[in-house]
């Protein structure tokens, strides 16, 4: 199946921005989700991009604030985060799901993870 690998995490500033980036064969050809763990929470699909059409979908609490892409020559997605704020403060892991995007916001089997990337928000 080919590793994933998240990288581009960090500390920011409330308002500070992040690219995030997932490289991995796995990647190639689906629907890949951004997903985001809080301690203490459920994981969740925040960015979804389709493996049909490239078209992108986001969940509200990031809407206009977070742009994800992908480079298929290169296997690589990414999650450019902007205006950040401390609720982002999170594990952000990515994987393929769906083709179309359908039920992203919450992890559907088979899993396939990487180890993710830490990312926190803090003044």
């Known amino acids: 199946q080919g590793m994933i690998e998240e990288s581009g995490g960090g500390t920011v500033q409330p308002g500070g921005s992040l690219t995030l980036s997932c490289t991995g064969s796995y990647l190639s050809g689906g629907g890949i989700v951004w997903f985001r763990q809080a301690p203490g929470k459920e994981r969740e699909g925040v960015a979804c991009?389709?493996?049909?059409?490239?078209?992108?979908v986001y969940v509200d609490s990031v809407k206009g604030r977070f742009t994800i892409s992908r480079d298929n020559d290169k296997n690589t997605v990414y999650l450019q985060m902007n205006n950040l704020k401390p609720e982002d403060t999170a594990v952000y892991y990515c994987t393929r799901q769906d083709y179309y995007c359908a039920g992203y916001e919450t992890p559907s089997g088979p899993f396939h993870w990487g180890q993710g990337t830490q990312v926190t928000v803090s003044s």
């Open positions: 991009i389709r493996g049909s059409d490239d078209g992108t």
